[in-house]
């Protein structure tokens, strides 16, 4: 089955840097569009990004570029997002999410933190 499996969350204070990860195993992982959601306490989910299939097309929240960078390596079926500056409001529960036309699979999420 498809599993996607996020990492790299934590605790980090405000200006700090993570880069999470997501593992997925179980498709054909160059064949998805892969995007970083997240979700704060009390709020709905959130698109932060997405990347194409090919890594050829990126898409952001606007209130997010410049800080956060998404990328992908088809060989380790892996994506990653790198977020700099973080800011207390970063602070969410952040979901990695696989799309193939009318195919969508979800991780479980990995907890952000940002706090002095």
């Known amino acids: 089955q498809v599993q996607l499996v996020e990492s790299g969350g934590g605790l980090v204070p405000p200006g700090g840097s993570l880069r999470l990860s997501c593992s997925a195993s179980?498709?054909?992982?160059?064949?998805?569009?892969m995007s970083w959601y997240r979700q704060a306490p009390g709020k709905g989910r959130e698109l932060v990004a997405a990347?194409?299939?090919?890594?050829?097309?990126?898409n952001y929240a606007g209130s997010l570029k410049g800080r956060f960078t998404i990328s992908r390596d088809n060989a380790k079926y892996t994506v990653y997002l790198q977020m700099n500056t973080l800011k207390p409001e970063d602070t969410a529960v952040y979901y990695c999410?696989?799309?193939?036309?009318?195919?969508?699979?979800w991780g479980q999420g990995t907890q952000v933190t940002v706090s002095s």
């Open positions: 999410h696989a799309q193939k036309g009318g195919l969508g699979y």
């Open positions: 179980g498709l054909t992982f160059s064949t998805y569009a």
């Open positions: 990347i194409s299939s090919t890594g050829g097309t990126l």
